[in-house]
């Protein structure tokens, strides 16, 4: 049973936010620590993109973010927005 659990938990960490941090209980994604800076913050990995992408808006930005990692994230954030912006289009 505990196996059918870890794989499911595995399941929920696709995004490719979770490579920058990672949850501080396998049990809640809702609360991540970040690789760059140690910083403990809750949100789940869509506020933990922001603040590692330094997206003005819902969170102060990581200083320590490192600048291909900000792009990357950047560059997600806009094919994901592209995207929902053609499926609506439709």
Not at 19 to 43: F, I
Not at 78 to 83: G, I, L, P, Q, V
Request: with cysteine; net charge positive; charged share 25%.
């Amino acid at each position: 049973m505990a196996n059918d659990q870890d794989n499911s938990r595995a399941s929920q960490r696709t995004n490719p936010g979770w490579k920058h941090c990672y949850p501080m209980d396998e049990s809640n994604l809702n609360t991540a620590v970040y690789n760059y800076c140690g910083k403990v913050m809750k949100g789940g990995v869509t506020r933990a993109k922001e603040y590692l992408m330094a997206k003005n808006g819902n969170v102060a930005s990581c200083t320590k973010t490192p600048q291909n990692v900000r792009e990357e994230l950047w560059k997600l954030f806009k094919e994901k927005t592209n995207n929902l912006l053609h499926q609506s289009d439709c």
